[in-house]
């Protein structure tokens, strides 16, 4: 095993893991594919290699054709066996272990040793959490990877925070390999491309061995197109059959799920502000990675306000907010969010050039009774301003500061 010379580092994860490392708790990594999973790893084995340079490590790479033979729980667990050390603490570090049968029932008999320090990572959602939750309950901590982050985009490409650096960020997306490529659109484009093609085809397709490939592709390009906006699996249908495309209910409820499972989209739940509840029908959905949501659908200019709100959303998925939509008689918070005891609103706007788009964005947040932040997020460039109380706050600014 060798761990590659040069490491970007991603501290911000590293450090929420550190606190986990050598208990007899499995670390879980889940995340899209291509967001750095693998480098977090890679990272993790350094940091054991420079506290223990003694520590013997075992890594196990399910893509690659040396360990093809790995099919099996108990292909699993009788390599490990064959290459722990008695005596020793012996670190495992499993990626893209959903491609092992039943690999669950491995990880618990490994985990009865307490000297197994277990680390993982996954590219489906309900595959790490589902089987996790019923094999392991209560044995596992899962830590979410996401793109990285424009602050990370910055750091990873050495770039100055400007306007030109924040159109690259939501023109190619965070994906941390752009760093290898020449950031313009013939070359980044045709990379995005074959990362949405294996999301697709192995992870949606293959795996839940679908044949109307022709509908997923425009239930995606759909999807594209209406960012943040709120609508049902019912919308969906009814806009297809529009376009002469017959699926059921039923049918998109499942394909949409297959999507979130593999991270491809989030699904953001609309939350009633009064009643304390989940409304049942109709949800937002927003794009793990911009650059693959563009690739998909063209990086247009009318789509600028759209693009703005995923950008904000994903980047307090980043700083580790549950988040839900609000909803209040005829308001609605763009995103209310969550972190312990700690709560924010938000309001996402390309700009604040009206009268009545000030009166919407800062009244709706006027709305809600409580003494927790509120701001709003636009593309206006001036700082230090308030409505009522209520602060805006530049997008550059919020994906640096907040």
Request: charged share 25%.
């Given at each position: 095993?060798?761990?590659?010379?040069?490491?970007?580092?991603?501290?911000?994860?590293?450090?929420?893991?550190?606190?986990?490392?050598?208990?007899?708790?499995?670390?879980?990594?889940?995340?899209?594919?291509?967001?750095?999973?693998?480098?977090?790893?890679?990272?993790?084995?350094?940091?054991?290699?420079?506290?223990?340079?003694?520590?013997?490590?075992?890594?196990?790479?399910?893509?690659?054709?040396?360990?093809?033979?790995?099919?099996?729980?108990?292909?699993?667990?009788?390599?490990?066996?064959?290459?722990?050390?008695?005596?020793?603490?012996?670190?495992?570090?499993?990626?893209?272990?959903?491609?092992?049968?039943?690999?669950?029932?491995?990880?618990?008999?490994?985990?009865?040793?307490?000297?197994?320090?277990?680390?993982?990572?996954?590219?489906?959602?309900?595959?790490?959490?589902?089987?996790?939750?019923?094999?392991?309950?209560?044995?596992?901590?899962?830590?979410?990877?996401?793109?990285?982050?424009?602050?990370?985009?910055?750091?990873?490409?050495?770039?100055?925070?400007?306007?030109?650096?924040?159109?690259?960020?939501?023109?190619?997306?965070?994906?941390?390999?752009?760093?290898?490529?020449?950031?313009?659109?013939?070359?980044?484009?045709?990379?995005?491309?074959?990362?949405?093609?294996?999301?697709?085809?192995?992870?949606?397709?293959?795996?839940?061995?679908?044949?109307?490939?022709?509908?997923?592709?425009?239930?995606?390009?759909?999807?594209?197109?209406?960012?943040?906006?709120?609508?049902?699996?019912?919308?969906?249908?009814?806009?297809?059959?529009?376009?002469?495309?017959?699926?059921?209910?039923?049918?998109?409820?499942?394909?949409?799920?297959?999507?979130?499972?593999?991270?491809?989209?989030?699904?953001?739940?609309?939350?009633?502000?009064?009643?304390k509840r989940f409304f049942e029908?109709?949800?937002?959905?927003?794009?793990?990675?911009?650059?693959?949501?563009?690739?998909?659908?063209?990086?247009?200019?009318?789509?600028?306000?759209?693009?703005?709100?995923?950008?904000?959303?994903?980047?307090?998925?980043?700083?580790?907010?549950?988040?839900?939509?609000?909803?209040?008689?005829?308001?609605?918070?763009?995103?209310?969010?969550?972190?312990?005891?700690?709560?924010?609103?938000?309001?996402?706007?390309?700009?604040?050039?009206?009268?009545?788009t000030i009166e919407r964005e800062?009244?709706?947040?006027?709305?809600?009774?409580?003494?927790?932040?509120?701001?709003?997020?636009?593309?206006?460039?001036?700082?230090?301003?308030?409505?009522?109380?209520?602060?805006?706050?530049?997008?550059?600014?919020?994906?640096?500061?907040?």
């Open positions: 095993m060798k761990i590659p010379k040069t490491i970007k580092k991603r501290d911000g994860y590293i450090a929420r893991i550190i606190p986990f490392m050598r208990k007899p708790l499995i670390k879980v990594l889940t995340g899209q594919r291509r967001v750095g999973k693998s480098y977090l790893l890679f990272q993790l084995m350094e940091q054991v290699q420079n506290e223990d340079p003694d520590a013997h490590i075992i890594y196990i790479n399910r893509e690659d054709m040396e360990f093809d033979f790995m099919r099996t729980a108990a292909d699993l667990n009788n390599y490990i066996l064959a290459n722990r050390k008695e005596g020793a603490r012996n670190y495992i570090f499993i990626d893209e272990i959903q491609d092992i049968s039943e690999f669950e029932k491995a990880l618990r008999s490994l985990l009865l040793d307490e000297s197994n320090d277990i680390y993982i990572t996954g590219s489906n959602a309900r595959l790490l959490s589902g089987e996790l939750a019923t094999y392991l309950s209560g044995r596992y901590v899962e830590f979410k990877v996401y793109s990285l982050a424009y602050s990370e985009f910055l750091q990873f490409h050495e770039l100055e925070n400007n306007a030109a650096s924040y159109d690259l960020y939501t023109r190619y997306g965070g994906l941390p390999y752009l760093i290898n490529l020449e950031l313009n659109d013939d070359v980044v484009n045709e990379y995005l491309k074959s990362i949405y093609s294996t999301i697709v085809f192995r992870d949606v397709v293959s795996r839940y061995n679908l044949r109307n490939t022709v509908f997923l592709e425009r239930l995606i390009q759909f999807l594209s197109e209406n960012i943040g906006s709120l609508f049902s699996a019912k919308n969906i249908s009814d806009y297809l059959k529009s376009q002469h495309t017959q699926i059921s209910v039923n049918q998109i409820q499942n394909y949409v799920e297959y999507l979130t499972n593999a991270f491809l989209i989030h699904r953001v739940g609309r939350y009633d502000l009064i009643g029908i109709g949800e937002k959905y927003y794009f793990e990675n911009m650059g693959i949501r563009n690739v998909i659908i063209g990086y247009r200019l009318q789509d600028r306000a759209k693009i703005l709100e995923n950008i904000v959303y994903n980047h307090l998925l980043y700083r580790g907010y549950a988040i839900k939509v609000g909803m209040s008689a005829s308001s609605e918070i763009d995103f209310v969010c969550e972190k312990g005891a700690e709560k924010l609103y938000v309001q996402a706007t390309l700009k604040l050039d009206s009268e009545t800062f009244g709706n947040l006027l709305k809600v009774q409580d003494n927790y932040p509120k701001i709003v997020v636009s593309e206006d460039e001036f700082r230090g301003n308030s409505y009522e109380g209520i602060k805006h706050v530049f997008i550059r600014d919020f994906l640096l500061d907040y």
